[in-house]
């Protein structure tokens, strides 16, 4: 499976921004997906992840409220929309897919992993 993610920017503090990520060679309507992001001098964390039937998400603490996971399985695509944001969501953002169906907060629970998206927020 690989991931290219969509939606590279800069925003202002309070506005919002959507990333997408397209999954190619293999389906991945089956897994569970989800994003991570890593910012400057931090370690990669948990941000959102979605099961494979997109009926249950989960947040982090830092992200829950604002942000909104979604998936369509039919165009192999995950999403997220990043709203009410800070400068603390400056970062790269990662998407991923899972080794199972069920939605994971923990890095090892997934296989694939995309490039990376920069999103950078000013104050």
């Known amino acids: 499976v690989q991931l290219q993610a969509f939606g590279e920017g800069l925003v202002q503090a309070g506005g919002s921004l959507s990333l997408s990520c397209a999954a190619s060679?293999?389906?991945?309507?089956?897994?569970?997906m989800g994003w991570f992001r890593r910012a400057p001098g931090k370690e990669r964390e948990f941000v959102a992840s979605?099961?494979?039937?997109?009926?249950?998400?989960y947040y982090s603490d830092s992200v829950k409220g604002r942000f909104v996971i979604s998936r369509d399985n039919a165009k192999n695509t995950l999403y997220l929309q990043m709203n009410s944001m800070t400068p603390e969501d400056t970062a790269v953002h990662y998407c991923?897919?899972?080794?199972?169906?069920?939605?994971?907060?923990?890095?090892?629970?997934?296989?694939?992993w995309g490039q990376g998206t920069l999103v950078t927020v000013s104050s």
């Open positions: 979605i099961n494979w039937r997109a009926g249950n998400a």
């Open positions: 060679g293999r389906p991945a309507s089956n897994n569970a």
């Open positions: 991923a897919v899972a080794l199972g169906s069920v939605a994971r907060s923990t890095s090892e629970s997934y296989r694939y």
